[in-house]
């Protein structure tokens, strides 16, 4: 995949905040691209066919992460988690321009300090670090567009995640986040 030229879509980042795979591509990939891409919050665990528990080797995420210079990993006490709330609030904070930074401290918080984002105290932690409202957010994850918005990208997405759309391309998977090492180093 080439950069895109002038014209060309923006490419995508298509994630969930409760999956360790998507914390080291969401930290890397910014860099990767060149260029911040637009993050779109896709529900994984509403995805026929979805069983976010089934194939995560914890000993190849913790060696992935250390790879790619990232804080040791911290499992949640439950894991995996319902990143349901957390991933109402990344959507909510798509909506206001704040995506990265919330996905960001939201997977951080998740995969750096071990809290369970199914807690909505821990997913307001994540949106304080990017100065998002207490109020404000929990009024907006209860709002019916955002939650339309969440239910029609997560209809939408591939089943792997992370996934990369550039272009005509989609990347998914451990494709899309060796794409983001190899761009990265």
Request: charged share 10%.
């Given at each position: 995949m080439e950069p895109r030229g002038e014209g060309a879509a923006r490419p995508r980042f298509l994630y969930d905040v409760g999956d360790p795979w998507c914390w080291i591509a969401g930290e890397g990939v910014n860099t990767a691209l060149g260029e911040v891409p637009e993050w779109v919050p896709v529900l994984a665990r509403a995805r026929e066919g979805v069983d976010r528990a089934a194939g995560v080797d914890r000993a190849a995420v913790e060696r992935a992460a250390a790879e790619a210079?990232?804080?040791a990993v911290r499992w949640p006490a439950t894991f995996p988690f319902d990143s349901r709330t957390a991933m109402l609030a990344a959507t909510f904070a798509k909506?206001?321009?704040?995506?990265?930074?919330?996905s960001l401290a939201a997977m951080r918080q998740a995969f750096a300090a071990g809290r369970d984002l199914s807690v909505t105290d821990n997913v307001l932690i994540a949106a304080a670090a990017c100065e998002i409202h207490p109020r404000a957010l929990l009024k907006g994850i209860e709002l019916r567009s955002v939650r339309a918005a969440l239910e029609e990208a997560s209809a939408a997405a591939p089943a792997e995640l992370p996934a990369l759309a550039i272009g005509g391309d989609l990347v998914c998977g451990a494709d899309a986040l060796a794409l983001i090492q190899s761009r990265h180093d």
């Open positions: 210079g990232l804080s909506q206001s321009g704040r995506a990265v930074a919330y």
